[in-house]
């Protein structure tokens, strides 16, 4: 399956890329962001990809291998960023984007259960090299009242604490370990209603629950101006309202502080000939920051 990157005129167009400048991927993908960061910025430039997905780092150096700049691939979280640039004796950036969606891969070719189409291990860690909780020890530990909650609020799951009391019910009788496993239980307890699949929020909130994930975007947003330069821009798309809430609030605070100037006070979504062309693009949303010096 082709990757398409999404909303990349829009993105490209706000960060504004130039030759000879230092840009940061922080979540690499497929590599089409970073593909046409780097022509940009050649001959001179620098950028540093990142990805908590070894595979992805591994692809985007294939890819981008021919391109004759200054490439630094990680297999690391964004959320180290400031960590990163310090170890590497790395300056601030003019430019940062962060794509927190799904690619096509990651969901159907990982096979560390992010999918809820295929029978795999309950797994769902970005990066198996690390020492956090999987899904399957997450939701066999958990009491039923924290799994319900991870429902609701990561996974605006209407019916999160049915389906905590029946995975409570049905981990006494054997561990839940693969994504069948848990798909079955759902299904039997969520009615199932209009295109979505009844596991989608479940699955997204596990998925989030285990890697971090908001709390990593916090993260990045609270120390960007220690990794994006005064007058660098940082470009976000999100997927989900969750996400997109907190961009949205730290955006604003950074603002309000002094720290720099929305680019889009309104989100920008994918054109509807982008979303026929890519309909995985539908629920895109894309907010930009330009950084400014508080002093």
């Known amino acids: 399956m082709t990757h398409i990157p999404v909303l990349i005129d829009e993105v490209i167009k706000i960060v504004n890329p130039k030759p000879g400048e230092f840009f940061i991927d922080g979540t690499l993908g497929n590599g089409g962001h970073a593909e046409e960061i780097i022509k940009r910025i050649a001959p001179d430039g620098v950028f540093l990809g990142i990805d908590w997905d070894k595979s992805a780092v591994e692809g985007a150096k294939i890819k981008l291998g021919e391109y004759g700049i200054r490439k630094i691939f990680l297999n690391e979280n964004y959320a180290s960023l400031v960590d990163i640039l310090q170890k590497y004796n790395l300056p601030k950036a003019e430019g940062l984007v962060l794509d927190l969606g799904f690619s096509s891969t990651q969901i159907e070719g ?29 939701v066999n530990r958990a009491a039923q009242s924290e799994l319900a909650r991870v429902l609701w609020e990561y996974g605006e799951e209407g019916q999160s604490r049915q389906i905590a009391k029946s995975i409570a019910e049905e981990r006494r009788k054997e561990k839940i370990l693969t994504t069948k496993q848990l798909v079955d239980i759902i299904e039997k307890t969520k009615n199932r209603h209009g295109k979505i699949h009844p596991a989608t929020q479940t699955f997204q909130a596990l998925r989030i629950c285990v890697n971090q994930e908001l709390e990593n975007l916090k993260r990045v947003l609270r120390e960007a101006e220690e990794i994006v330069e005064e007058g660098g821009r940082i470009a976000i798309i999100s997927f989900h309202s969750l996400e997109d809430r907190i961009i949205k609030q730290e955006f604003k605070k950074i603002e309000k502080e002094g720290g720099g100037r929305r680019i889009n006070k309104k989100v920008i979504h994918p054109s509807w000939e982008e979303v026929q062309k890519n309909p995985r693009s539908r629920s895109a949303k894309l907010r930009a920051i330009v950084m400014a010096n508080k002093n």
Do not use: V
């Open 110 to 138: 990982s096979e560390k259960g992010f999918s809820f189409q295929k029978d795999e291990p309950l797994d769902m860690r970005y990066n198996q090299n690390e020492s956090r909780e999987t899904a399957a020890e997450f």
